[in-house]
């Protein structure tokens, strides 16, 4: 199964989200989720595919002026281009 981080990146959240944006905008803007089910790996093999500029993303939930590098986003995201054999061009504190 999919191990959700954060119950905000779930289905069981986006779900009912989607509907009240949906019904609270009298039907006209609907709450798309393509990268649910994909893990991080996956994710940045996808960016990568379509010539995202990672150095342009966020992660991190530190809240600092670099990703800290330590915290699970951070860590996940290390992990993710190490896995797709990419070069990480995120500035980590840590």
Request: aromatic content about 12%; overall charge negative; some cysteine.
């Amino acid at each position: 199964g999919v191990n959700w981080a954060y119950p905000d990146c779930t289905p069981e959240f986006i779900g009912p989200m989607s509907a009240v944006i949906y019904t609270g905008t009298y039907n006209t803007v609907r709450v798309r989720a393509p990268l649910l089910y994909l893990t991080k790996p996956d994710v940045v093999k996808k960016g990568s595919e379509l010539g995202v500029d990672y150095a342009q993303t966020w992660s991190c939930y530190a809240g600092e002026d670099k990703h800290c590098g330590v915290c699970p986003t951070c860590r996940s995201r290390k992990e993710a281009f190490e896995l797709n054999g990419l070069a990480d061009p995120t500035e980590y504190a840590v």
